[in-house]
Structures are given as C-alpha cells and as structure tokens.
C-alpha cells in the first residue's frame, strides 16, 4: 500500500522543531523508507549523538517510539538527553499521543531500522481510517471491517481542502457484513470513535457505544447553544458559563478524537471515568432576550455544566514515563 506521509503523520515537522531544539545531526526517512530533507514527510528521525544514534519513529500514528542505547545514554551526564525525554513527553500530552520508550544493548543499525519502518507501516495500515474517497454526494472511510458513509446536502469541490467533512446531511456506520447503522449526530468524529468501537468488537448498545453517543450528543448541543447563545444578545454574566462551555466541548471533541485509533480506543476504555451531576443555577440574566430553542437546549446544558467525574472508578493507566514526567 502507497502511503501518503503526509496523511500519515501530520506531526512529523513539530517533532522536528522538537528534536533541533537539542540536537543538529539529524537523519530522517519519509514513510517508504527513503531518505528525506523534508521534515513534513518524515516519519522516522535518525539523531547523531556523538557517535550514538537516537532512532525516533513517528510512522505509528498514535505513538512516538524512542530507541536508544541504554549502555550509553543512561549514563548520560550532560542532562541533554533528558532535557530530550522532557520535551517529547510534553509534545506527545499535547498530541494525545504515547511515547514509548526503548532501550537498546546497541544501537539500531540500518537493517534494524529499515525492519521498524516496513513494520510499522503494515501496523499503521491495520489500524488507520483509509483517506476519505467517494462521489459528489456521498463519501467514504473504512477500516478493516467497518466503514463510515457520509451523504452530503452539497456537491463535494475537490478543489476544497476538507470538502468531504463539510455540508454532512447524514452519517452511516457499516460492517462488511452488510450491518449499517444510522449515526443519529452530523459530526464526523463521533462516527468515526463508533466505528473504531465496532471494528473492535463492541456494539452501539454496551457502555462505551451509549458513552460514544453521549459525547457526541454534548457536543452537538454545547454547538447548538453557541449559535443560539450569539443570536440571543449574551451579558456579561454570560462569559463565564460560555468560557467553560467551550472547555467542556475541547474535552469531549478529544475525547472523541481519541478513541479514533486503536491504542487511543483501548487506552480510553480501560481510563474511563463514570460520571454524575451536580445542580446548577439557572441562566438569570445571562441573555438580553430568550427565544423557544434556547429554553429547550437550557436543560440539557445545565446537566453538562453539572457533570463532574467520579474520580474513585477511573482506573489508573499512566506509564512511568509520565509519571516521572509529573514528578518534574
């Protein structure tokens, strides 16, 4: 399978600027295994560390392996090397990717690198969604076993970077078995996290399938709101509500994002927290004006501003990495 490196890690030049920041010897490879200038198509980051090479590996979509000789780097005392450890386990949390650390007898050499490039792509294959395909009105995106259809209320412009995610009039999940579901939400991500769900194994009506369609039920609504928000004549004892409304949103949207890929799915599973809300104040003064479709989304905010964590059935899964990270 051609893959395009661009589609296939889209954080490959923030890694770059990452890695610079410490080290200048630097060799990278594009996703079929050729040596690349580019730092926007490279998928793998080869660091000459006076004479001890660093290998970097980004080709997995929802991770960053790090393969270093522990003979040598953990007896490092310059701090170069973990001043390094710090800054990729700040860029992966803000990537919501995992950072997998290898320690090594020696250092890779070009046959081991080039096995990690060809096994790491016929990884990736297995767990990406496929690039977004299809026809004017109606477009498509599968994994192995499941796919997502979206019929769309405009003719799709491929001319238009991102046409294929606009203008969705309704959304499918289907199984090569000839199952299909009607996703009851226009929002893309959503589907997506349902159907990551299924490929694994899991069905619409088990508790992460009812959370996948909870999230993105808050989600629809918190947009929903906004629009209404911004046409009803906001005070200024509305700020607040909003500020934390959008907040409330980014969480769900990652969320969301997350169970997309395989890890982040399995990761997500075993970390979720149940959930339970508390009462809040009505919205007094918080509009000039309130129209019907603003009171009936009232209620159903509310209960999102009221949600809070039960933190005691959150199963802990942090590496020691970011746990070493935290303790900085």
Aim: glycine share 6%; hydrophobic share 35%.
């Amino acid at each position: 399978m051609n893959m395009d490196s661009v589609n296939l890690n889209q954080n490959s030049a923030d890694l770059y600027d990452v890695i610079r920041n410490k080290y200048n010897k630097i060799t990278m490879t594009d996703a079929n295994g050729d040596d690349t200038i580019d730092e926007t198509q490279a998928v793998q980051f080869d660091i000459d560390d006076s004479g001890t090479v660093i290998t970097i590996s980004l080709i997995d979509p929802e991770a960053i392996k790090v393969f270093y000789d522990k003979n040598k780097l953990d007896n490092d005392n310059t701090g170069k090397w973990e001043d390094l450890i710090s800054d990729l386990g700040k860029f992966t949390v803000g990537k919501t990717l995992k950072l997998d650390l290898h320690p090594t007898d020696r250092p890779l050499n070009d046959t081991d690198r080039n096995k990690l490039t060809m096994q790491s792509k016929d990884n990736v294959a297995e767990s990406r969604f496929s690039k977004m395909d299809g026809s004017k009105r109606t477009s498509f995106q599968g994994l192995t076993k499941v796919k997502v259809k979206v019929r769309h209320r405009k003719p799709v412009d491929e001319n238009i970077q991102g046409s294929r995610s606009r203008n969705v009039s309704r959304i499918f999940v289907e199984t090569n078995a000839g199952e299909r579901w009607i996703f009851p939400f226009p929002m893309l991500d959503g589907a997506r996290a349902m159907a990551r769900h299924i490929e694994e194994g899991g069905s619409w009506n088990d508790r992460v399938g009812q959370h996948i369609l909870d999230l993105s039920e808050k989600v629809t609504t918190i947009r929903k709101f906004g629009r209404q928000a911004r046409t009803s004549g906001v005070t200024e004892a509305a700020v607040p509500v909003l500020v934390r409304l959008g907040e409330k949103l980014e969480e769900y949207k990652k969320k969301l994002h997350l169970m997309q890929g395989s890890r982040g799915y399995h990761s997500y599973r075993t970390t979720m927290a149940e959930t339970f809300v508390e009462p809040v104040d009505h919205f007094t003064n918080m509009f000039a004006r309130v129209d019907d479709d603003l009171v009936k989304l009232m209620p159903a905010v509310e209960r999102i501003l009221g949600e809070r964590e039960n933190t005691n059935l959150v199963t802990e899964s942090v590496s020691t990495f970011v746990n070493w990270i935290n303790a900085k």
